[in-house]
């Protein structure tokens, strides 16, 4: 699959936004190794730190059916700038997924794309837990 359809496939999810807080939409999409894609939005609540990002909700949605190995994440929003994974998402993502592609679309339609390692330097994983 072509990075520009995941990009399309964020931009889809970003409608469903549920964000009357504050007021800031943002889509996810992941890629599978399968090929399979997976979409998600930001989701907030009243009380406020309940609120989920677009790209937890995305990543959540494919491992609860089963999907263990990806390829990447687009992350969109309404903002001109590129939105950059939140530092809650990077640690799960990076836990779930490993070193992803992660695909930024600006509000001028550029594309950045990054290795998720690159948002996360010295990463806490599972190699620290003794039960792991
Ligand atoms: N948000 C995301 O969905 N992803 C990010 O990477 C950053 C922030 C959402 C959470 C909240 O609904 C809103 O943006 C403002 O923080």
């Not at 939409?25 to 009380?47: D, M, P, W």
């Not at 996360?120 to 599972?126: E, I």
């Amino acid at each position: 699959m072509k990075y520009k359809e995941l990009i399309r496939a964020a931009e889809q999810a970003k409608k469903n936004s549920f964000s009357p807080y504050s007021k800031l939409r943002v889509g996810a999409a992941v890629l599978t190794k399968s090929g399979k894609l997976f979409t998600g939005c930001n989701i907030e609540s009243s009380s406020y730190s309940l609120t989920i990002c677009a790209e937890r909700t995305a990543i959540f949605k494919a491992v609860s059916e089963g999907y263990r190995e990806f390829i990447a994440i687009s992350i969109v929003s309404d903002l001109k700038e590129y939105i950059p994974p939140c530092g809650a998402c990077r640690q799960v993502l990076f836990d779930l997924a490993g070193d992803i592609d992660v695909i930024l679309l600006n509000g001028k339609k550029e594309i950045k794309i990054s290795k998720l390692s690159s948002y996360l330097p010295m990463p806490f994983n599972n190699s620290f837990l003794k039960n792991k």
